[in-house]
């Protein structure tokens, strides 16, 4: 279970607890059991300092506590808080990671021939780059007449491998797989099933995806429907 300690404290010099923290990073560099930290500062007491440090687990949280570097960190940040800290320690009962939840189903719900979620998840002005498409497509419409033709051509289903999330992107590799039903890019239907990996980040903005980058084996599907030959 994951687990997470706010560490709060008083102080002027959140300067310094930052170069308290890089210190830290770097000396405990492959022995560390801390997956993330973040440190904030209350916008109507800036003297009220927040750190949040997530760990995969409490016995993780533990063994991190136990370096020295840990300790010599903790007894140097004291002497920069006007009293000392406290800690709260939080086993997380419920983490929703909202714009990978929202990645998913847009992948799930579009294959299954659901373009309703276009208009659910796209900002009006979705802005989508394809490695495979020469100009880039343009708004829920031309997303929507993009996914109707891919509907169209091939028995779709995608499986997600793996997401990563970094401030306003999402990363997802996927694997698809498909039976070739109808016209693609003028060959009639082959009934042969095509299988290709992928990657697609998107962007974020007020929680709608407003901007994607498709990188997938085009090339392998090509070659599987005998558009080419090598």
Sequence with gaps: MTF????ECRT???DDLNRLMDSWIEQTRGRRTATHSMVGAD?????????IVEFP???EAMQNSKLPETDRIFHEMVALCDEPPTFTDLDIVRDDQLNKAAVRQL???????????IDELLTE?????????????MGREAIRAKCA?????????????????????VATMWSFSGMHKGDFMGLPATHKRVEMTGMTVFRFRE?????????????????????LRM
Aim: aromatic share 10%; proline share 1%.
């Design 107 to 117: 992948m799930q719900r579009m294959p299954a021939g659901d373009l309703s979620v």
């Design 207 to 227: 929680g709608m995806i407003c901007e994607g980058w498709w990188n997938w084996d085009n090339m392998a599907m090509m070659r599987q429907l005998g558009l």
């Design 43 to 51: 916008r109507s007491d800036a003297r009220h300092v927040v750190e």
């Design 12 to 14: 002027d010099k959140v």
């Design 125 to 137: 002005d979705y802005h989508d780059h394809d490695i495979a498409d020469e100009t880039d497509a």
């Design 57 to 59: 687990s409490y016995e």
């Design 149 to 169: 033709g891919y509907l169209e051509a091939f028995d779709m289903n995608f499986t997600i491998d793996g997401q990563m999330a970094d401030g306003d992107r």
């Design 4 to 7: 997470v300690q706010l560490i």
